[in-house]
């Protein structure tokens, strides 16, 4: 299975995702996920069953223009019919328009050419209008119904056509039957409310183009060409071209084009797009350069590692994609009241006329003017447009301050926390130990670098250089093994060794011996306390320390201030995690746990009531993470995409925590603000129209207007400030 993401012009409403949705499950092997604020469709699909051309095509045949690169041109074209069609309309409604005000108490006394007043003419231009350049609503009504789907649509043609129809047997009868002098027509009304629509699909199209700027930006922070090295040559080529392995060079001040290893030469990189953070980063070979990134000073040659949807740039594009797409629940909620909507304004509609025209014995043309306007004035679109706009923008303010929302659960779920754990190493700390202090023989310093330089964790690494500063050896190693939690093994001249924190001591029952009162003592001091252990007898212990993040200890209070529980929840001994937590102010500790057992506390503290979130670096926490309401990983800028998270920190500000909170609270009463407006809005405009007290011309207006409150109310997301982007 492949993904995919094709970008999808001519989507208004939910109705028109859920036509294109509706289609693709009927298939098998293939998912789509429509994101109507982003003009997207999220594909998931088998590769050998389908091709993007193939599926662009269904998509078209559905009555909207997929783009393909090959298509760009074809695209541009259709955009600008589009506009030329609106222009089109615009202009010949305008001779409707001033006939318009001729049948108005309040304008009568405007001059009209007679031949604006002629009904032949009216029709021939609203005919135009409604027969050619509206042809779109036909076209998008008859899917619609096709496939099960009401949508804005099949009201515009109801509510155009009724009118267009009754002012043609209106001339009729004028010309040939009652020869009646100077009839009220209404062509004037079908032009000018499908003109209002185009206008509005216009002005909401370019709202919408704002919502996606974060979103844009994130995209042309990739290199659009490489210069790769070819028999010796440098050659420029596409990025789509570079291939896993090509050697790319990057001179000072260029974008690197790709995710690869160092090869040769030394620079400072700016990674700040990725990490938030303002300091450039030192590189020599064999580091990872990560592609978007901005090499500052000396010519690079990198491999290429990753490339295309492997890419941590594109990673980050597809998460922002996929959050923006995923429905969260008020969404769902709100496309079942508009997948119902449109047959309920039809009943109402019908029900109007009959008690206007029979029961209220009133005339033919005011209880038929009214039903026409409720049908017009009603429009799902702005209840369709409230959730995914809002989100939309959310999604791109977050990526473009290092956090990733990856699913949309978490705009609802926020509000609600009422308990985080954090995890200690990498989250509260800093995550970068320094060896304090070692007691043992100098030749045990050979045995612990041999087996700490396999090992990757914070622990090890910082455990590597220190002996390596010592002058320490490398020895041949065998059967080098981690057990989590505990410490790592491996044998060294057909001894066993063991290093790593008292568990092991305990588990194997080791005596302690000369090291008892060392070992207290270092623990006295609250420090991370390691063995090393060589045919079960203890032969070297060393101490580490991990300081606290500038930001920890404002995060925590933060946090308590919203009546937000907090908690620690560590492998580390008990000396160690109760400094830590004094310190940063957490409510509670666990400590000496291991990686499996943070899952049941959470699980525990769940239990009591509260909606919990877990915080952890994604290396060991998976569990927890995946256990927690809300699991929020931070991540090192290498590895964004943590399964098991609902948010990704792209850099180690725990104070983002705090941000990602208010954000999505933000965006939440965003929504909540675009609902209230799109029922409110239906709740006044339709008993308007029912009373007489809206005409149809400006029931279009105010419907097209509709929509495009609520893009603009999303777009007032933008003033959020993110205090926290900058890393430490």
């Known amino acids: 299975m492949v993904r995919r993401t094709l970008r999808v012009e001519g989507m208004t409403c939910t109705m028109c995702a859920k036509t294109i949705e509706n289609k693709f499950k009927e298939m098998e092997s293939i998912e789509a996920n429509v994101s109507v604020s982003a003009s997207k469709v999220i594909l998931t699909y088998d590769e050998t069953i389908y091709s993007l051309e193939k599926i662009a095509k269904i998509i078209k045949d559905l009555g909207y223009f997929p783009v393909l690169k090959d298509n760009l041109n074809d695209n541009k074209l259709m955009r600008k019919r589009m506009k030329v069609e609106m222009i089109i309309s615009i202009v010949l409604s305008i001779p409707l328009l001033l006939a318009m005000f001729s049948h108005i108490e309040l304008t009568s006394f405007i001059k009209v050419p007679v031949l604006l007043m002629n009904g032949i003419f009216q029709l021939s231009v609203a005919g135009i209008i409604q027969f050619y350049i509206g042809r779109r609503f036909y076209k998008g009504a008859y899917i619609s119904i096709k496939n099960k789907v009401f949508g804005m649509d099949i009201l515009v043609v109801l509510g155009t056509t009724s009118a267009y129809l009754y002012s043609l047997y209106l001339l009729y009868n004028q010309l040939f039957v009652l020869e009646m002098m100077h009839p009220v027509y209404f062509f004037e009304v079908s032009a000018l409310?499908?003109?209002?629509?185009?206008?509005?699909?216009?002005?909401?199209?370019?709202?919408?183009?704002?919502?996606?700027?974060?979103?844009?930006?994130?995209?042309?922070?990739?290199?659009?060409?490489?210069?790769?090295?070819?028999?010796?040559?440098?050659?420029?080529?596409?990025?789509?071209?570079?291939?896993?392995?090509?050697?790319?060079?990057?001179?000072?001040?260029?974008?690197?084009?790709?995710?690869?290893?160092?090869?040769?030469?030394?620079?400072?990189?700016?990674?700040?797009?990725?990490?938030?953070?303002?300091?450039?980063?030192?590189?020599?070979?064999?580091?990872?350069?990560?592609?978007?990134?901005?090499?500052?000073?000396?010519?690079?040659?990198?491999?290429?590692?990753?490339?295309?949807?492997?890419?941590?740039?594109?990673?980050?594009?597809?998460?922002?994609?996929?959050?923006?797409?995923?429905?969260?629940?008020?969404?769902?909620?709100?496309?079942?009241?508009?997948?119902?909507f449109v047959p309920v304004v039809i009943a109402i509609a019908i029900i109007n006329f009959v008690i206007h025209f029979v029961a209220l014995n009133q005339s033919f043309t005011y209880s038929f003017t009214t039903t026409i306007a409720i049908l017009v004035i009603s429009c799902p679109c702005a209840l369709g447009l409230a959730t995914p706009t809002s989100v939309l923008v959310g999604n791109g303010i977050a990526a473009k301050n290092q956090i990733l929302y990856r699913g949309g659960e978490f705009f609802e779920v926020a509000n609600k926390i009422k308990a985080i754990a954090f995890d200690k190493t990498g989250t509260l700390t800093k995550g970068k130990f320094e060896v304090t202090d070692y007691f043992g023989e100098n030749q045990y310093l050979d045995y612990l670098y041999s087996i700490e330089r396999e090992s990757n964790h914070p622990i090890s690494k910082a455990v590597s250089e220190y002996t390596k500063s010592r002058g320490a050896k490398i020895l041949a190693i065998k059967d080098f093994e981690v057990f989590q939690g505990k410490?790592?093994?491996?044998?060294?001249?057909?001894?066993?060794?063991?290093?790593?924190?008292?568990?092991?001591?305990?588990?194997?029952?080791?005596?302690?011996?000369?090291?008892?009162?060392?070992?207290?003592?270092?623990?006295?001091?609250a420090?991370?306390?390691?063995?090393?252990?060589?045919?079960?007898?203890?032969?070297?212990?060393?101490?580490?320390?991990?300081?606290?993040?500038?930001?920890?200890?404002?995060?925590?209070?933060?946090?308590?201030?919203?009546?937000?529980?907090?908690?620690?929840?560590?492998?580390?001994?008990?000396?160690?995690?109760?400094?830590?937590?004094?310190?940063?102010?957490?409510?509670?500790?666990?400590?000496?746990?291991?990686?499996?057992?943070?899952?049941?506390?959470?699980?525990?503290?769940?239990?009591?009531?509260?909606?919990?979130?877990?915080?952890?670096?994604?290396?060991?926490?998976?569990?927890?993470?995946?256990?927690?309401?809300?699991?929020?990983?931070?991540?090192?800028?290498?590895?964004?995409?943590?399964?098991?998270?609902?948010?990704?920190?792209?850099?180690?500000?725990?104070?983002?925590?705090?941000?990602?909170?208010?954000?999505?609270?933000?965006?939440?009463?965003?929504?909540?603000?675009?609902?209230?407006?799109?029922?409110?809005?239906?709740?006044?405009?339709?008993?308007?129209?029912?009373?007489?007290?809206?005409?149809?011309?400006?029931?279009?207006?105010?419907?097209?207007?509709?929509?495009?409150?609520?893009?603009?109310?999303?777009?007032?997301?933008?003033?959020?400030?993110?205090?926290?982007?900058?890393?430490?």
């Open 193 to 340: 409310i499908i003109t209002m629509v185009l206008v509005g699909n216009y002005i909401e199209h370019y709202a919408k183009e704002k919502t996606e700027d974060a979103l844009v930006d994130l995209i042309n922070l990739g290199a659009k060409e490489a210069r790769v090295l070819e028999n010796g040559e440098e050659l420029f080529i596409s990025i789509e071209e570079v291939k896993v392995g090509d050697y790319v060079v990057v001179l000072a001040n260029e974008k690197i084009p790709v995710d690869g290893k160092i090869i040769s030469g030394v620079s400072h990189i700016d990674e700040s797009m990725i990490t938030g953070e303002s300091m450039p980063v030192f590189k020599e070979p064999g580091n990872l350069a990560v592609g978007g990134t901005i090499n500052l000073q000396e010519k690079l040659v990198i491999e290429a590692i990753h490339i295309g949807e492997e890419a941590l740039l594109s990673q980050i594009i597809q998460s922002v994609e996929e959050a923006s797409a995923r429905k969260i629940p008020i969404q769902r909620t709100a496309d079942k009241i508009a997948n119902i």
């Open 487 to 525: 410490g790592i093994k491996a044998n060294i001249n057909d001894q066993k060794i063991y290093i790593g924190s008292a568990k092991i001591v305990d588990e194997f029952e080791i005596k302690f011996g000369a090291f008892r009162d060392i070992y207290n003592k270092l623990i006295e001091e």
């Open 527 to 728: 420090k991370t306390v390691n063995f090393l252990i060589v045919n079960c007898e203890i032969k070297a212990l060393y101490a580490l320390r991990d300081e606290i993040k500038e930001t920890s200890i404002e995060t925590i209070r933060e946090l308590k201030s919203r009546g937000i529980r907090t908690y620690l929840i560590t492998g580390d001994n008990e000396g160690v995690a109760k400094r830590i937590a004094k310190e940063v102010g957490v409510d509670q500790v666990y400590y000496e746990v291991l990686p499996h057992e943070k899952s049941e506390i959470i699980k525990e503290i769940q239990l009591e009531g509260k909606i919990t979130a877990f915080v952890g670096d994604g290396i060991n926490d998976a569990p927890a993470l995946k256990q927690a309401d809300i699991g929020i990983a931070l991540s090192n800028g290498t590895d964004i995409a943590i399964n098991s998270s609902d948010l990704t920190l792209m850099n180690n500000d725990l104070g983002l925590v705090v941000e990602a909170i208010d954000l999505s609270k933000a965006t939440l009463r965003n929504i909540h603000q675009n609902f209230a407006w799109a029922f409110s809005y239906n709740l006044v405009a339709i008993p308007l129209a029912a009373t007489g007290n809206l005409s149809m011309a400006l029931a279009g207006a105010a419907m097209a207007f509709s929509s495009i409150m609520v893009v603009l109310n999303a777009l007032r997301l933008k003033r959020h400030k993110v205090k926290h982007s900058k890393g430490e």
